[in-house]
C-alpha cells in the first residue's frame, strides 16, 4: 500500500471557495472510476478548460496498492498534455466512504461574545457533543474519524465523518501525482455548487428549497438545499446498475423484437427498483419534513444529464409530485475548443455533476 508522507491534518478544516487565475481542478475519484476537471469563470459565463476520466480495469480490486497504483498512473495520463493549467485540486471524500447524519445541535455552555450560540467547526466543545450523538452509529472508530459538521435550519446539523485510514490512501495517490490539494470536499456541497453555478442562478432561487438527485452506477445522491445551504443529504443504494435489465435497457425504455422470458423479469426486476427508489425518495422527504417543518420542496433537478434515461426521471417527478427538470451541466458549460478539452459531451455516459462542484469550490 501507497502511504501518505505529509501532514495534512489542515485539510480537515471547513472548505473554503478557492480561486486562482486558471480555475481550480475538481477531482472525483470512486472505488471504480476517476475523473478530472478544470472550469473557470470567463467573466461571461463558466468554460470548460478541460477534463478527463478513467474506469477501473476489471482485475483490479478497489482500495488496494493496485488501485492506488491505477489511480496515479490515470491522472498522470490525463494531465500530461498540458491541458490542465492548474496543479491546484479539490478532491471529494469518496462517496462509499462518508457517513451522514442528521442531528439536533446539542446544547453546550459555550457561547460566542454576543450571547449567541457557538457553531464553528473550531468549538471543540462542540464537536465532541456531536461525537457523542453519532460514535454509536459510526461504522469506523469515532477516535479515527474526520468530522464535519454544518448548521443547517431549525437549530439542526448536518454531520459529515470518514475514516482517515481511508481519506490517507486517497491523499497518498494525490501527493505521489504531484498534485496540490488545496482542500477536501464533500459530494453533498459539490452538488449545491453545481445546481447554483448552473440552474439555480437568479435571486429568487436564492429561497427556494431543492431536491436534487444524482443517479450514478450503484447509487443515487440526494441532497435537499436551499441556495447553496445545506439542509439534507442521503446515499440510497439504488442506481442506474438497478434501473436497468441484463440486456442494457433502463426501465421505460422501449426495446425492439420480442422478448422473451428472462428479459421479462430483468425488467419487471428494474421497474421494481424504480418502485424501490421512490419509497426511499418519499422516506427521506418524510425524515426531512420531520427536521425542517417549515420547509417545503418547490423543485426537483435531476443532475444526472444524459446517463439516466428521461422516460424514469419522468416517472419519478411524477410519483413525486414535485416539478421537475433534468440539469445537464455538460450541456450548460462553455466549451471553445471541443476537439481538445478531454470531454466530447455527445452522448456522454458519464455524470460530472460532483466533479464540476469541486472545480466550482
Known amino acids: 500500500m501507497i502511504a501518505l508522507r505529509k501532514n495534512v491534518q489542515h485539510l480537515t478544516k471547513p472548505i473554503l471557495p478557492v480561486f486562482t487565475k486558471n480555475g481550480t481542478v475538481g477531482l472525483e475519484l470512486e472505488r ?135 481519506i490517507d490512501k486517497n491523499l497518498a495517490i494525490y501527493e505521489n501525482a504531484n498534485l496540490h490539494i488545496k482542500a477536501i470536499a464533500t459530494w453533498p456541497a459539490a452538488l449545491a455548487n453545481t445546481y447554483t453555478a448552473f440552474f439555480g442562478r437568479r435571486q429568487s432561487d436564492a429561497q427556494v428549497v431543492v431536491l436534487l438527485l444524482e443517479i450514478e452506477q450503484n447509487w443515487t445522491k440526494l441532497v435537499i438545499c436551499r441556495g447553496r445551504n445545506l439542509l439534507f443529504a442521503r446515499l440510497i443504494p439504488i442506481g442506474i446498475t438497478q434501473l436497468t435489465d441484463n440486456s442494457g435497457h433502463q426501465a421505460g425504455q422501449e426495446q425492439d423484437g420480442d422478448s422473451d422470458v428472462g428479459a421479462e423479469s430483468a425488467t419487471a426486476q428494474s421497474e421494481e427498483n424504480i418502485t424501490r427508489l421512490v419509497l426511499e425518495l418519499n422516506s427521506c422527504r418524510r425524515h426531512f419534513t420531520s427536521i425542517h417543518k417549515r420547509a417545503h420542496i418547490e423543485r426537483l433537478i435531476f443532475l444526472s444529464g444524459q446517463v439516466i434515461d428521461r422516460s424514469i426521471c419522468q416517472r419519478i417527478a411524477k410519483q413525486l409530485e414535485i416539478p421537475a427538470q433534468v440539469g445537464d451541466c455538460l450541456a450548460a458549460v462553455e466549451i471553445q475548443n471541443p476537439q481538445q478539452v478531454g470531454i466530447d459531451r455527445r452522448g456522454c455516459q458519464l455524470n460530472w455533476a460532483t466533479a464540476f462542484g469541486l472545480s466550482l469550490s
Do not use: C
Open 32 to 166: 471504480d472510476a476517476l475523473k478530472l476537471v478544470q472550469l473557470k469563470n470567463n467573466g461571461n459565463g463558466i468554460q470548460l478548460i478541460a477534463g478527463g476520466s478513467d474506469s477501473l480495469p476489471p482485475d483490479i480490486s478497489p482500495y488496494t496498492a493496485s488501485w492506488q497504483h491505477w489511480a496515479i498512473e490515470a491522472i498522470s495520463r490525463i494531465t500530461e498534455d498540458g491541458k490542465f493549467k492548474s496543479r491546484d485540486v479539490v478532491a471529494v471524500i469518496p462517496t462509499g466512504n462518508m457517513f451522514i447524519e442528521h442531528i439536533k445541535t446539542p446544547r453546550i455552555s459555550d457561547t460566542t461574545l454576543k450571547g449567541k450560540r457557538n457553531l464553528s467547526p473550531n468549538n471543540d466543545k462542540l464537536k465532541q457533543a456531536v461525537v457523542s450523538k453519532i460514535k454509536h452509529k459510526l461504522p469506523f472508530g469515532a477516535e479515527n474519524a474526520i468530522l464535519r459538521y454544518i448548521p443547517t435550519e431549525d437549530d439542526s446539523l448536518l454531520v459529515m465523518a470518514a475514516d482517515r485510514s481511508e
